[in-house]
């Protein structure tokens, strides 16, 4: 019963009050201070969380870096076997877990199903990968001038512990994809989640350690970046910080994570290029997936399109209708809603408004959409936008498409490359050939060719460039990033 495995993580009350995890229990924080978490679908306080105290993260970080050296001592097939049992939970609480995440983050039942299905997957992959991660051997007399009898043996180590932080688009699924790699690989994990989305968190969190995370390996403080942040990512306990967030945020984390390992992912404002020969009918419907899925607030979403206004001529009309047809703005516990429910907060709506105000007061013309109310931006789809514009050049977490005309592929190319973002971009050719030759000359982490921009599959690498991420992730990418070389040489002279 879901009472009886996460009773312990909150008091009786309603909405409940949170505990944070300090690596053994969930308890109150004695900073007697609490975030409410504001459901964006109705304003309705869902929860609170504490907001941890320095003594306490110093006393959880200290016994995950005590605790860690025996972690990584452990069998790896005994890690495997908890990560499998986690994942066996999560789809256990589904139901439980889709129903907390709609609430709280205002997705979709459907998108919040397949994020926690995504996310049981996942684990698994990972824990099945785990396996096959291997050291290697070298030999003295490769190198010119050495003789045999240096024999270098390369393992694999942990780095110590590990810093999550998730946003809340992802609470659930990019906690895990952190989090798994990290105990896999040996590592403590400290686990800060989002301040929305932090109560999904908690629970994914309560679900390892009922898999059998052993007391203090893991551990879940709580509380805003503004809050604790700095404290985490610039804790001698701290050797990696996993990130997930805006680039802002990523910006200000590198600055404060001194000879710390990074791994981030984050804004995209992620661009298409649209080439005459593409399919057009098959490229609006990617592009209406790709920009209005979750109401936009995904770092790989599409946020703008470049063609010739002869292309753009021909697909706008394909693109307003298909958004007509496939999207529907609602209440995100109503299965009729498609693509679009609130976003995250009614402060992010406004700023998406305004966003949406300076690209009218510079020229953009309002094909569909533009409105706004409370909570709710109706999908909005601009054309005859422009580089400089906000919309454009700034990451908006929202369900905004621009229209940019550009005079072929080598200005949309330099457009491109131009921005500080490069996480993802896409090409609509049904000339492969063509569409490989430009895509190499697209400064981005991915280019997606006849497809929107995804970070899925998740054994795929995902990576940012520029400020939109540092290091590379997917399965095996992600367990080889949270673990270091660890070579050991046998000197034998000849
Ligand atoms: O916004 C998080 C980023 O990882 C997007 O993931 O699966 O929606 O492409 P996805």
């Keep these: 019963m879901a009472d009886d495995d996460f009773s312990i993580i909150r008091d009786e009350g309603t909405p409940p009050t949170y505990k944070f995890f300090n690596g053994k229990e969930w308890v109150d924080s004695v900073s007697g201070k609490y975030n409410d978490v504001v459901s964006p679908v109705d304003g309705s306080v869902v929860g609170r969380l504490p907001v941890v105290t320095k003594d306490e993260i110093d006393r959880a970080l200290e016994l995950a870096s005590i605790k860690q050296a025996a972690w990584e001592q452990t069998p790896l097939n005994e890690r495997i076997k908890i990560m499998h049992l986690a994942a066996d939970y999560i789809r256990h609480y589904m139901e439980y877990l889709v129903n907390l995440m709609v609430m709280e983050i205002g997705k979709s039942i459907k998108e919040s199903k397949s994020e926690i299905n995504r996310t049981a997957e996942l684990i698994d992959y990972y824990a099945d990968e785990a396996q096959s991660i291997k050291g290697e051997t070298l030999d003295s007399d490769n190198f010119p001038g050495y003789k045999k009898g ?266 491109i490359n131009s921005s500080m973002f490069g996480l993802q971009a896409s090409i609509f050719t049904t000339d492969e050939g063509a569409g490989l030759a430009l895509a190499s000359k697209i400064n981005v982490g991915t280019v997606q060719i006849n497809g929107s921009p995804q970070r899925g599959p998740d054994h795929f690498p995902f990576l940012g460039v520029k400020e939109s991420g540092v290091g590379v992730q997917g399965v095996r990418y992600s367990l080889e990033a949270m673990s270091r070389l660890k070579p050991v040489v046998i000197n034998k002279p000849q």
């Excluded at 659930?172 to 800060?192: D, E």
């Design 150 to 415: 240096q024999l270098c043996i390369m393992n694999r180590a942990a780095y110590g512990t590990v810093l999550s932080i998730a946003p809340f688009n992802y609470p659930v699924n990019l906690s895990a994809s952190k989090i798994a790699p990290a105990l896999l690989m040996g590592n403590a994990v400290a686990v800060k989640p989002p301040t929305q989305g932090g109560i999904s968190g908690l629970h994914l969190v309560r679900l390892f350690q009922k898999a059998g995370v052993p007391e203090g390996v893991m551990c879940a403080l709580t509380g805003s970046g503004a809050e604790i942040g700095d404290i985490l990512s610039s804790h001698k306990n701290v050797h990696m910080v996993a990130f997930t967030g805006s680039s802002g945020t990523g910006l200000h984390i590198a600055s404060h994570a001194p000879m710390k390992q990074l791994l981030f992912e984050c804004g995209g404002n992620n661009p298409t290029i649209v080439l005459p020969d593409a399919d057009m009918s098959f490229t609006a419907s990617e592009i209406v997936k790709g920009a209005f899925s979750y109401a936009g607030q995904r770092c790989t979403a599409i946020k703008y399109v470049l063609s010739t206004q002869g292309i753009i001529d021909a697909l706008l009309p394909l693109v307003k209708k298909q958004t007509e047809e496939l999207v529907k703005v609602g209440d995100p516990r109503n299965p009729e809603t498609k693509m679009v429910g609130p976003v995250i907060s009614q402060s992010e709506a406004q700023h998406i408004k305004q966003v949406i105000d300076e690209a009218v007061s510079k020229g953009a013309k309002v094909e569909f959409g533009g409105t706004v109310e409370k909570t709710y931006v109706y999908p909005t789809i601009f054309s005859n936008a422009k580089p400089d514009m906000m919309v454009v050049s700034c990451e908006i977490f929202g369900p905004v498409l621009s229209f940019i005309a550009v005079s072929g592929p080598d200005e949309a190319v330099r457009i």
